[in-house]
């Protein structure tokens, strides 16, 4: 069963106090939603596996730890998961990029798919996926079900806000993806809206409406 962990560290609740705030700025927006990213791609990266290496220091020869070229590779959810996606790739570089453009049906909700590119050797990666919302759940089911179907099978999603409702369909459809959220919220609204959220993320970090 998916693990389900909500990053509550104080830096990332301050950011995201400015990010649900209405009077945040599109620049501002676009570089808090940057920077808590990059603050939770450093939590979910917590268990890479690490190799010795000998390193010689100006004082003597030491053993240091370095990553073992595990391979990763990051999925954002167009559009609104392109605003993680560079705080993510600040802190794994190497990292391939793969992108699914998926858009909410406003009258089905359902995730209608426009667009798919991923890295031609994605079976060998770990996948994150990232988008700031999950609120139905219907666009990270089908984006990790588009993953899956590439052949990537370690895969873990990535969001700011989650809705109940949503963590549970993506739990259901997906058991064996791990979720990290930045907030938990309390539902959805009757247009399927997460409440409290921060309205439309994908409008709010590219200024559209
Ligand atoms: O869990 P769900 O109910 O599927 O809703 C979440 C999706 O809705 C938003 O995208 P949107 O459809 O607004 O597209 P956009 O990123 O192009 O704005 C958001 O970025 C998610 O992808
Ligand atoms: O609250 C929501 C729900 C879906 N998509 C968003 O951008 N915000
Ligand atoms: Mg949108």
């Given amino acids: 069963m998916s693990k389900v962990q909500v990053m509550d560290h104080p830096l990332i609740q301050h950011k995201m106090s400015y990010i649900r705030d209405e009077k945040t700025s599109t620049k501002e927006f676009r570089e808090l939603v940057d920077e808590v990213g990059m603050l939770m791609a450093y939590e979910v990266t917590r268990d890479l596996t690490l190799e010795d290496v000998s390193v010689q220091t100006p004082v003597q020869e030491t ?30 570089p190497s990292a391939r990029v793969g992108h699914i453009g998926l858009y909410r049906d406003p009258e089905t909700l359902e995730a209608v798919e426009y667009y798919a590119k991923f890295p031609g050797d994605i079976e060998e990666r770990d996948i994150f996926v990232i988008d700031p919302m999950l609120a139905t ?70 200024g559209t409406r």
Avoid: W
């Fill in 137 to 206: 759940g219907a666009s990270a089911v089908e984006a990790i079900t588009a993953v899956k179907k590439h052949g990537a099978t370690k895969i873990r999603f990535i969001c700011l806000i989650a809705a109940p409702e949503g963590v549970d369909v993506l739990k259901e459809a997906h058991p064996d993806v791990d979720i990290y959220i930045a907030a938990l919220d309390e539902k959805l609204n009757e247009k399927s809206y997460i409440v409290p959220g921060l309205g439309d993320a994908g409008d709010r970090l590219f």
């Fill in 63 to 92: 053993t240091a730890k370095r990553l073992s070229g595990k391979k990763l590779g990051i999925v954002p959810i167009l559009r609104a998961g392109l605003g993680m996606q560079d705080g993510i790739l600040k802190l794994i």
